[in-house]
């Protein structure tokens, strides 16, 4: 199937950088997980991905297939956002939700990409980066709540569509209601990371009743997308104490990236009303493996329950080239489930309306 | 390969209700694992699943594949067992194993099957739902340890031709021995359901040792296949305790469901000699990946160990979809393990009929 | 791809025995994970793995495809090292890595197998059978101590070209820095079999750092390798403490077999770049999805990070046909990455170099 024809909405990516990359290492930073300067230099450049992207770049651009070339002609561009101008349209991208908790001094804000790239975009807020935010200015703990519990109930109001945590790497996915004595006792005045279980916990299941009084969604960050994270406490099944509360229901939840836990990601959309998920992040990064993935979270799933995303931050080619890889692996998963024949042709379009653009719509009420 | 010509064993299935679904809701119940009313509602009209079924029946019913038109024609026949009488025959169905401990009041016996269908039935009681009925009666421990042994040790006196344990979705697939003081603390008389794992799990290890003397298998569930279940709990590998246990290697023990633990499954049936399993309830459910599954399943173990299941219950469409969905998935992957050179045709044939009945008539002991 | 071309580095595999087997089960006991004599009897011949390995043996040994017949056209053969003559040459085997920790006394040493059949060997040393070694000659904790540091340290001299550690199948891959002190009292001289967590622990701890020092590779079991495996405890996500210590940067990491943990494992070496992984074991023991295995490892990974294995033992048929189902499925994994579009030919054909030798030469320092 032929999907390109469909608009996308991007619901899980990041901003752009206002300045291009100092260098080909920091130019392959944003092409992997890995932090780690040895596997920047030496095994980056032998991944599918960063392989595939250099010369779809390349192509783009018209220069020769090589590292140094294509940073050479991404330099004709006054800045990434400029060189967005040039592959976004290629992208057929109809709208992104930015997450704008990640490297924040050096992104561009949501108004500004929509300015620079004419797409409309909307605001995700990332909890633990608010609630850091709060923390450093709360010279107690009562002073954090009251200013938690004001932040989280205006995030609607104030423009946001969605909110996100990185609980997954931090202190993990079972979220635990906390009393708020243990909060407090894990509150220190000026500690501005928050990597303490009580607290975070504590604000979490302090801010769940507050967006679902807003209906507003939740995306949690699940498995592969973060070398911080300790995969063990990432699995979307830690989640069940939050997915099961009857109080929560209308509190959507979103859960990102999946990989390796696509299956047991689907069993959680196949079960909860409220829960949906998508496989950013490991589409586009193992490209020759993303129709695999995508049939897999279709298989148990309804198709209403999947959705898009690239998780793209920093250099314009993930975004663009993330709905590439996208648009071609669910067109494919999807006609290979036709040719089962347990879905139909009308069926399969049906389907691909619903992951590229319908559910992300419906949940989080975009018009 | 075509497998229509080959009768199934269907050795884990629930029976059919007394009456037909009172709405579209309580239809669609039976073809999800969601207790969810807004799942129901809003998402299972749009699985896989669900949508197909709907064309079939309206097939085989001769009406329109809409859901009004398919719950319309199915009631031009008095009772599900009624409806069944028209779909079964098309399913080659030879024998059915029925756990006879869920939903039990509005369900027909597996005599009552037997006579309304014609297909061979058999029973497997549900420890619990039998524990839980000895619990009532019983007002010490002592009083409930003593039926509780009676009964277990009676059960194939009695009828049964296998037991099933659901701790996985009471309280775990890790179970323990546990001392009978421990045991004996939980217990409450008059507290039916039975939810205390060490009360659980000493039953449990009670029944093991007089299930191997009688040679009787049991069957636990694993993985997806009750929305109860904590999946955390209910990954194959925490039996380990259970099944490295010399003195149980003449209980049987079968996996059921399975997914997503299906690699696991794989491994286990692989090093027991006394382990088998399956891959219900995904399959029907999940129709357009059950050739990946059973080709997962059938990749370390020996064709002598996954058997066939539907986990079908309460409307007839379910058993004899799943036959069909089964046997079309099993042709697939035993080609495709044929075209990779590694099976040659006469032994795929073989690992059809295994898989399909043989396996279970060794294993329960079928004549 | 044809790669039959490409001789390969075998980096993880074990010596043959002095003589032939016994007996039909002695034969069979190297073709599965099973120690079960039921297993052995009733299930392997049922196997994939097997019955497609008779076929094999029968046609290299001019014999008829049946166990008995396979077994009597062997004799004609002195030893399985005489035999090995015979089979390796098809296998187009450069080198060989040996652990030589495993049934030691009846097992060919690396010298002899060298003689024996002309491939040249190097030794990996299992660290669990030095440490039972030592503290069978050592009467107090501190003399423990002291000959482990001076035997790991001294690994790279002694002409070691890689540490192994199975803590997998005794307490897990969870290993934490432990005091002395706990050490110590866990420590009981005379007693052999190393199954204390806090001595094994403590003393993999020791090792690391001198290990890292001499730049000498340590090769981890992981997932499906051994019935004494708890496979809960060996998921290689569990050494996320070794692979986050700085410290240990130039210790490499070779995780081995990693079935059912592909995934997890490509997310690691995808990570860390002193990570790499192989799929052994499942291959060739799981044939029919071996292809399924490499596509899955190289979707997220590097191809500089994965290697080849067989883990075969005892009989020369396992090294024979590991690096034939292995070379075949390789280059069908390589070839339908190549088809989705995502991989040049030019790449597909560094990548099977990489995998088949580049990788351990490079990581192992062979020349």
């Not at 009580?198 to 939740?218: K, M, S, T, V």
């Not at 950013?280 to 799933?301: C, D, K, N, Q, T």
């Amino acid at each position: 199937m032929d999907l390109t024809g469909i608009p996308v909405i991007d619901h899980h990516v990041h901003a752009l950088r206002r300045a291009h990359p100092a260098d080909a290492m920091a130019y392959r930073a944003a092409f992997t997980e890995s932090g780690d300067p040895l596997q920047l230099r030496d095994h980056v450049p032998h991944s599918v991905y960063y392989r595939w992207l250099l010369r779809e770049v390349a192509a783009a651009l018209g220069c020769a297939p090589t590292e140094a070339a294509v940073l050479e002609a991404r330099r004709a561009y006054a800045s990434p956002a400029e060189l967005a101008r040039v592959l976004w349209p290629k992208a057929n991208i109809a709208t992104l939700l930015f997450d704008t908790g990640f490297l924040r001094e050096q992104m561009l804000s949501p108004l500004e990409m929509e300015a620079a790239t004419g797409i409309r975009s909307f605001e995700v807020v990332r909890l633990e980066a608010l609630a850091e935010d709060l923390i450093a200015e709360s010279r107690t703990f009562d002073e954090l709540r009251e200013a938690w519990r004001a932040a989280v109930g205006g995030l609607r109001a104030g423009g946001a569509v969605a909110a996100k945590s990185i609980a997954a790497y931090r202190t993990g996915l079972a979220i635990l209601p906390v009393g708020a004595d243990l909060a407090a006792a894990a509150f220190r005045p000026g500690r501005r990371r928050l990597a303490s279980k009580p607290l975070l916990d504590f604000l979490l299941w302090e801010a769940f009743p507050l967006l679902a009084r807003q209906g507003l969604p939740i995306q949690f960050h699940v498995g592969y997308g973060d070398a911080d994270a300790d995969q063990r406490l990432a699995n979307p099944l830690h989640l069940r104490g939050v997915l099961q509360e009857p109080s929560l229901r209308d509190m959507p939840v979103l859960l990102l990236h999946c990989y390796p836990y696509v299956r047991e990601a689907g069993i959680l959309a196949a079960t909860y009303a409220h829960v949906a998920f998508d496989c950013s992040l490991v589409i586009p990064l193992g490209p020759a493996g993303a129709a695999r993935y995508l049939a897999e979270a279709l298989e148990l799933a309804p198709a209403t329950k999947l959705l898009y995303a690239s998780d793209a931050h920093s250099w314009p080619e993930g975004h663009w080239l993330g709905a590439r890889v996208y648009r071609k692996a669910l067109g494919e998963a999807l006609a290979a489930a036709h040719r089962t024949g347990y879905v139909s042709a009308g069926e399969a379009e049906d389907d691909a309306a619903a992951v590229l653009g319908g559910n992300a719509r419906r949940i989080y009420g975009l018009a």
